[in-house]
T-cell receptor
Framework: SQQGEEDPQALSIQEGENATMNCSYK?????LQWYRQNSGRGLVHLIL?????REKHSGRLRVTLDTSKKSSSLLITASRAADTASYFC????????????FGKGTLLTVNP | DGGITQSPKYLFRKEGQNVTLSCEQN?????MYWYRQDPGQGLRLIYY???????QKGDIAEGYSVSREKKESFPLTVTSAQKNPTAFYLC???????????????FGPGTRLTVL
């Protein structure tokens, strides 16, 4: 079953602009993770935020988590053409220590 | 080089045949996972293994089988019972974190299976 739902499904921006993607989920979580997938490739882990954290940074990435709204956002600042990829959120729930549930992803296109 | 390898990259199967997808990791991770990805979709969990000689069904295990005889290896067999096996298959691994739950997963490059 799908836990996370990303929004928008697709996003097209110009190089240098910021990109914001959102993720909503339904049940309580231990952590929320964001992954990137280039076309036809495996997923690459970007950032993990735990349920007791509200914001996390990694380079040009900023992730927020609002557990009261059951939502998260991923902000990519100063985007580059190389950021073009699909971005997935994945939630880890209590009682299922090894399971991540993935959303359908946001396809980000950064135009040079 | 540390990481996860999957082979082959592309695999073609005739209807009615079983095929086995390979997944090997040298990250010393206890947990390994198999996911299926269909076009424009997210990942769905097929099977996962927390420790050698033990594995659990995921959300879409019907028509698939796995084994975990070694820590480094977690092969997936797509059997003839899987009605729609054409998809992109991804293997992943992670460390065991008893206190904090599911941790970062590291993915292989994937195998694209096509049924002819």
């Amino acid at each position: 079953s799908q836990q996370g739902e990303e929004d928008p499904q697709a996003l097209s921006i110009q190089e240098g602009e910021n990109a914001t993607m959102n993720c909503s989920y339904k049940t309580s979580i231990n952590n929320l993770q964001w992954y990137r997938q280039n076309s036809g490739r495996g997923l690459v882990h970007l950032i993990l935020i735990r349920s007791n954290e509200r914001e996390k940074h990694s380079g040009r990435l900023r992730v927020t988590l609002d557990t009261s709204k059951k939502s998260s956002s991923l902000l990519i600042t100063a985007s580059r053409a190389a950021d073009t990829a699909s971005y997935f959120c994945a939630t880890g729930s209590g009682g299922s220590n090894y399971k991540l549930t993935f959303g359908k992803g946001t396809l980000l296109t950064v135009n040079p | 080089d540390g990481g996860i390898t999957q082979s082959p990259k592309y695999l073609f199967r005739k209807e009615g045949q079983n095929v086995t997808l390979s997944c090997e990791q040298n990250l010393n991770h206890d947990a390994m996972y198999w996911y299926r990805q269909d076009p424009g979709q997210g990942l769905r969990l097929i099977y996962y293994s927390q420790i050698v000689n033990d594995f659990q069904k995921g959300d879409i295990a019907e028509g698939y089988s796995v084994s975990r005889e070694k820590k480094e290896s977690f092969p997936l067999t797509v059997t003839s019972a899987q009605k729609n096996p054409t998809a992109f298959y991804l293997c992943a691994s992670s460390i065991w974190t008893a206190t904090v739950g599911t941790d970062t997963q590291y993915f292989g490059p994937g195998t694209r299976l096509t049924v002819l």
